[in-house]
Nanobody, 124 residues
Framework: QVQLVESGGGLVQAGGSLRLSCIFS????????LGWFRQSPEKEREFVAV????????EYADSVKGRFTVSRGDAKNTVALQMDSLRPEDAAVYYC?????????????????WGQGTQVTVSS
């Protein structure tokens, strides 16, 4: 089992920045993948970014490329999502997800472990 806890959400004006963090614990093996997803009302949960904890590989949704950066966080066992140039359409509940695999996965169906989510609100 893997436990995930997100933090860092809040209210920000369009064009501003937020940094989300996800701290994980539990049974961690090699090829550990951490993904970020988001869900806004009446929409399906969608892929945002994924980070390979072992190799550092990343992949991003087209909608956030060049604006969001996923990386190891400052604290132990933490992955961060730096979100810059935020837009009103970025507003959603952001979830951290995890699993073990060789390749970065963008499908939410693959991830067995999920956090509770953190709310991001972007005012125009």
């Amino acid at each position: 089992q893997v436990q995930l806890v997100e933090s860092g959400g809040g209210l920000v004006q369009a064009g501003g920045s937020l940094r989300l963090s996800c701290i994980f614990s539990g049974r961690i093996y090699r090829n550990f993948m951490l993904g970020w997803f988001r869900q806004s009302p009446e929409k399906e949960r969608e892929f945002v970014a994924v980070f390979s904890w072992t190799g550092g590989a990343t992949e991003y949704a087209d909608s956030v490329k060049g604006r969001f950066t996923v990386s190891r966080g400052d604290a132990k066992n933490t992955v961060a999502l730096q979100m810059d140039s935020l837009r009103p359409e970025d507003a959603a509940v952001y979830y951290c997800a995890a699993g073990h695999g060789i390749e970065a996965v963008t499908s939410r169906l693959w991830y067995p472990y999920w956090g509770q989510g953190t709310q991001v609100t972007v005012s125009s």
